[in-house]
Protein backbone atom coordinates (compact mmCIF):
# COMPACT_ATOMS: atom_id res chain seq x y z
CA UNK A 1 0.00 0.00 0.00
CA UNK A 2 1.13 3.64 -0.54
CA UNK A 3 1.65 6.51 1.65
CA UNK A 4 -0.72 9.13 1.95
CA UNK A 5 -2.34 7.80 -1.05
CA UNK A 6 -4.47 10.68 -2.88
CA UNK A 7 -5.71 9.07 -6.06
CA UNK A 8 -8.58 6.89 -5.63
CA UNK A 9 -7.69 3.13 -4.83
CA UNK A 10 -11.00 1.45 -5.27
CA UNK A 11 -10.73 2.11 -8.76
CA UNK A 12 -7.22 1.21 -9.13
CA UNK A 13 -8.05 -1.74 -7.45
CA UNK A 14 -11.04 -2.71 -9.70
CA UNK A 15 -8.26 -1.83 -12.73
CA UNK A 16 -7.68 -5.56 -14.27
CA UNK A 17 -6.23 -3.84 -17.91
CA UNK A 18 -2.88 -3.68 -19.60
CA UNK A 19 -0.07 -1.41 -18.02
CA UNK A 20 2.64 -0.31 -19.38
CA UNK A 21 6.04 -0.84 -18.52
CA UNK A 22 7.01 2.95 -19.51
CA UNK A 23 4.35 5.77 -19.45
CA UNK A 24 5.37 9.53 -21.11
CA UNK A 25 3.16 12.46 -20.94
CA UNK A 26 2.76 15.79 -22.74
CA UNK A 27 0.83 18.05 -19.92
CA UNK A 28 -0.76 20.41 -21.87
CA UNK A 29 -3.71 22.51 -21.42
CA UNK A 30 -3.03 24.30 -17.93
CA UNK A 31 -3.28 27.56 -19.58
CA UNK A 32 -6.31 27.18 -20.86
CA UNK A 33 -8.20 25.06 -18.86
CA UNK A 34 -7.55 28.41 -16.51
CA UNK A 35 -8.78 30.86 -19.34
CA UNK A 36 -12.12 28.60 -19.88
CA UNK A 37 -12.54 29.92 -15.85
CA UNK A 38 -10.79 33.47 -16.02
CA UNK A 39 -8.30 32.81 -14.07
CA UNK A 40 -4.74 33.75 -14.48
CA UNK A 41 -2.96 31.19 -16.58
CA UNK A 42 -0.56 30.28 -13.45
CA UNK A 43 -3.72 28.48 -11.69
CA UNK A 44 -3.70 26.15 -14.35
CA UNK A 45 -0.44 25.07 -13.71
CA UNK A 46 -1.57 25.21 -9.71
CA UNK A 47 -4.31 22.34 -10.50
CA UNK A 48 -2.14 20.46 -12.92
CA UNK A 49 0.08 19.89 -10.65
CA UNK A 50 -2.60 18.17 -8.56
CA UNK A 51 -3.05 15.98 -11.59
CA UNK A 52 0.58 14.90 -11.49
CA UNK A 53 0.28 13.46 -7.99
CA UNK A 54 -2.79 11.59 -8.74
CA UNK A 55 -0.94 10.34 -12.24
CA UNK A 56 2.68 9.23 -10.13
CA UNK A 57 0.63 7.44 -7.38
CA UNK A 58 -1.55 5.77 -9.84
CA UNK A 59 1.15 4.87 -11.91
CA UNK A 60 3.29 3.75 -9.05
CA UNK A 61 0.14 1.58 -7.16
CA UNK A 62 -0.59 -0.64 -10.69
CA UNK A 63 3.26 -0.97 -11.57
CA UNK A 64 4.14 0.92 -14.31
CA UNK A 65 8.41 1.29 -14.44
CA UNK A 66 8.80 4.31 -15.40
CA UNK A 67 6.56 7.66 -15.78
CA UNK A 68 8.15 10.30 -18.06
CA UNK A 69 6.10 13.73 -17.92
CA UNK A 70 6.68 16.89 -19.64
CA UNK A 71 6.65 19.94 -17.65
CA UNK A 72 8.39 22.71 -19.22
CA UNK A 73 9.92 22.66 -22.77
CA UNK A 74 13.17 24.81 -23.90
CA UNK A 75 10.69 27.05 -25.83
CA UNK A 76 8.90 27.85 -22.65
CA UNK A 77 11.45 30.06 -21.94
CA UNK A 78 10.04 32.65 -24.53
CA UNK A 79 6.47 32.73 -22.89
CA UNK A 80 6.23 35.56 -20.95
CA UNK A 81 7.93 36.31 -17.55
CA UNK A 82 5.37 35.92 -14.78
CA UNK A 83 4.16 32.62 -15.84
CA UNK A 84 7.79 31.43 -16.29
CA UNK A 85 8.64 32.91 -13.06
CA UNK A 86 5.82 31.07 -11.52
CA UNK A 87 6.45 27.90 -13.34
CA UNK A 88 9.66 28.18 -11.44
CA UNK A 89 8.36 28.99 -8.13
CA UNK A 90 6.28 25.91 -8.66
CA UNK A 91 9.13 23.43 -9.24
CA UNK A 92 10.41 24.72 -6.38
CA UNK A 93 7.52 24.22 -4.26
CA UNK A 94 6.76 20.72 -6.32
CA UNK A 95 10.24 19.58 -4.75
CA UNK A 96 9.86 20.92 -1.24
CA UNK A 97 6.14 19.52 -1.16
CA UNK A 98 6.36 16.12 -2.41
CA UNK A 99 10.08 14.68 -0.81
CA UNK A 100 8.22 12.37 2.05
CA UNK A 101 5.30 11.62 -0.42
CA UNK A 102 8.10 10.48 -3.13
CA UNK A 103 10.31 8.98 -0.42
CA UNK A 104 7.40 6.75 1.24
CA UNK A 105 6.01 5.35 -2.07
CA UNK A 106 9.08 4.58 -2.95
CA UNK A 107 9.48 6.68 -6.42
CA UNK A 108 12.87 7.83 -7.72
CA UNK A 109 12.70 11.06 -9.52
CA UNK A 110 15.47 12.16 -12.28
CA UNK A 111 15.29 15.71 -13.88
CA UNK A 112 16.20 15.84 -17.61
CA UNK A 113 16.87 19.10 -19.81
CA UNK A 114 18.78 21.73 -19.85
CA UNK A 115 19.37 22.03 -16.07
CA UNK A 116 22.15 24.70 -16.18
CA UNK A 117 19.49 27.23 -17.48
CA UNK A 118 17.90 26.54 -13.92
CA UNK A 119 18.45 28.90 -10.82
CA UNK A 120 21.25 27.29 -8.61
CA UNK A 121 19.01 27.20 -5.76
CA UNK A 122 16.60 24.91 -7.80
CA UNK A 123 19.66 23.21 -9.29
CA UNK A 124 20.23 22.25 -5.66
CA UNK A 125 17.20 21.51 -4.58
CA UNK A 126 16.94 19.30 -7.57
CA UNK A 127 20.32 17.57 -6.57
CA UNK A 128 19.59 17.05 -3.44
CA UNK A 129 15.76 15.21 -4.09
CA UNK A 130 17.26 13.11 -6.54
CA UNK A 131 19.82 11.81 -3.89
CA UNK A 132 17.20 11.63 -1.69
CA UNK A 133 15.14 9.30 -3.72
CA UNK A 134 17.91 7.47 -5.24
CA UNK A 135 16.82 3.57 -5.78
CA UNK A 136 13.28 3.98 -5.82
CA UNK A 137 11.02 0.58 -7.24
CA UNK A 138 9.49 3.56 -10.08
CA UNK A 139 11.45 5.93 -11.91
CA UNK A 140 9.73 9.32 -12.65
CA UNK A 141 11.77 11.28 -14.82
CA UNK A 142 10.50 15.40 -15.10
CA UNK A 143 11.36 16.86 -18.45
CA UNK A 144 12.28 20.35 -17.31
CA UNK A 145 14.02 23.48 -19.86
CA UNK A 146 14.15 19.88 -22.00
CA UNK A 147 13.59 19.43 -26.18
CA UNK A 148 14.13 16.62 -28.07
CA UNK A 149 16.51 18.27 -30.62
CA UNK A 150 18.26 20.38 -27.98
CA UNK A 151 19.04 16.63 -26.39
CA UNK A 152 19.95 15.19 -29.86
CA UNK A 153 22.35 18.43 -30.55
CA UNK A 154 24.11 17.36 -26.98
CA UNK A 155 24.28 13.90 -27.38
CA UNK A 156 26.17 14.31 -30.80
CA UNK A 157 28.18 16.50 -29.03
CA UNK A 158 29.03 14.41 -26.45
CA UNK A 159 29.59 11.83 -28.72
CA UNK A 160 32.15 13.86 -31.21
CA UNK A 161 34.36 14.92 -28.43
CA UNK A 162 34.80 11.33 -27.66
CA UNK A 163 35.93 10.46 -30.65
CA UNK A 164 37.68 13.73 -30.82
CA UNK A 165 39.97 12.87 -27.79
CA UNK A 166 40.04 9.37 -29.20
CA UNK A 167 38.05 7.07 -26.75
CA UNK A 168 35.57 6.48 -29.67
CA UNK A 169 36.06 4.96 -33.09
CA UNK A 170 33.74 6.78 -35.34
CA UNK A 171 32.57 3.53 -37.09
CA UNK A 172 31.79 2.37 -33.35
CA UNK A 173 29.02 5.02 -33.27
CA UNK A 174 25.34 3.37 -34.09
CA UNK A 175 22.10 4.01 -32.40
CA UNK A 176 23.11 2.05 -28.78
CA UNK A 177 26.19 4.65 -28.70
CA UNK A 178 23.97 7.45 -29.37
CA UNK A 179 21.01 6.03 -26.89
CA UNK A 180 23.55 5.81 -24.29
CA UNK A 181 24.42 9.75 -24.19
CA UNK A 182 20.87 11.12 -24.37
CA UNK A 183 19.52 12.12 -20.67
CA UNK A 184 17.14 9.14 -20.58
CA UNK A 185 18.31 5.52 -19.96
CA UNK A 186 19.17 3.91 -23.13
CA UNK A 187 17.23 1.04 -22.25
CA UNK A 188 13.54 2.21 -21.11
CA UNK A 189 12.31 3.96 -24.28
CA UNK A 190 8.08 5.16 -23.89
CA UNK A 191 5.79 2.41 -24.39
CA UNK A 192 2.91 5.14 -24.10
CA UNK A 193 2.89 8.61 -24.96
CA UNK A 194 -0.41 10.51 -23.41
CA UNK A 195 -1.01 13.60 -24.62
CA UNK A 196 -3.88 16.08 -23.22
CA UNK A 197 -5.38 18.63 -24.34
CA UNK A 198 -6.33 16.82 -27.98
CA UNK A 199 -3.26 18.34 -29.75
CA UNK A 200 -2.29 16.09 -32.52
CA UNK A 201 1.67 16.60 -32.00
CA UNK A 202 4.60 15.55 -30.54
CA UNK A 203 6.00 19.23 -29.40
CA UNK A 204 9.85 18.28 -29.52
CA UNK A 205 9.05 15.97 -26.75
CA UNK A 206 11.30 12.33 -26.85
CA UNK A 207 11.74 12.59 -30.71
CA UNK A 208 15.21 9.53 -30.10
CA UNK A 209 12.84 7.80 -27.82
CA UNK A 210 9.32 7.46 -29.11
CA UNK A 211 10.04 5.95 -32.45
CA UNK A 212 8.02 3.06 -31.34
CA UNK A 213 5.60 4.20 -29.02
CA UNK A 214 2.00 3.86 -28.92
CA UNK A 215 0.14 6.94 -28.66
CA UNK A 216 -3.05 8.07 -26.97
CA UNK A 217 -4.78 12.09 -27.75
CA UNK A 218 -7.73 13.08 -25.30
CA UNK A 219 -9.87 16.25 -25.16
CA UNK A 220 -9.30 16.43 -21.75
CA UNK A 221 -7.36 18.96 -20.70
CA UNK A 222 -4.45 18.39 -17.87
CA UNK A 223 -5.89 19.75 -14.77
CA UNK A 224 -8.76 17.45 -15.79
CA UNK A 225 -7.11 14.27 -16.20
CA UNK A 226 -7.42 11.62 -13.36
CA UNK A 227 -7.73 7.91 -12.73
CA UNK A 228 -10.49 7.07 -15.23
CA UNK A 229 -8.79 9.26 -18.21
CA UNK A 230 -5.10 7.43 -17.38
CA UNK A 231 -7.32 3.97 -16.85
CA UNK A 232 -9.12 4.80 -20.25
CA UNK A 233 -5.57 5.56 -22.29
CA UNK A 234 -3.80 2.00 -20.39
CA UNK A 235 -6.89 -0.01 -21.62
CA UNK A 236 -6.41 1.55 -25.57
CA UNK A 237 -2.64 0.70 -25.55
CA UNK A 238 -3.79 -3.28 -24.21
CA UNK A 239 -5.71 -3.09 -27.77
CA UNK A 240 -2.90 -2.16 -30.07
CA UNK A 241 -1.03 -4.46 -31.79
CA UNK A 242 2.75 -3.48 -31.52
CA UNK A 243 5.12 -4.90 -34.74
CA UNK A 244 8.38 -2.68 -34.08
CA UNK A 245 8.86 -2.67 -38.01
CA UNK A 246 7.35 -6.65 -38.02
CA UNK A 247 4.28 -8.07 -40.17
CA UNK A 248 1.43 -9.46 -37.84
CA UNK A 249 2.18 -12.89 -39.51
CA UNK A 250 6.01 -12.72 -37.70
CA UNK A 251 4.43 -12.17 -34.42
CA UNK A 252 2.47 -15.24 -34.41
CA UNK A 253 3.55 -18.08 -32.39
CA UNK A 254 5.16 -20.47 -34.37
Not at 67 to 77: C, G, H, M, V
Not at 177 to 206: C, K, Q, W, Y
Request: with cysteine.
Amino acid sequence: MLGGLTADEDVLRAYDGPVPAHVAAIMDGNGRWATQRDMKRIRGHHEGAESVRVVVECCRYLGVKSLTLYAFSSQNWGRPDDEVGGLMTLFDLYIKRERNRLIANKVELRIIGERERLSENLQGAIAQLEADTAGGEMLLQVAVSYGGREEIVRATQRIAREVAAGTLEPDAIDADVLAAHMFTPPDADPDLVIRTSGEFRVSNFLLWQIAYAEFFVTPTLWPDFREPELLQAFREFGSRERRFGHTAAQLEPQ
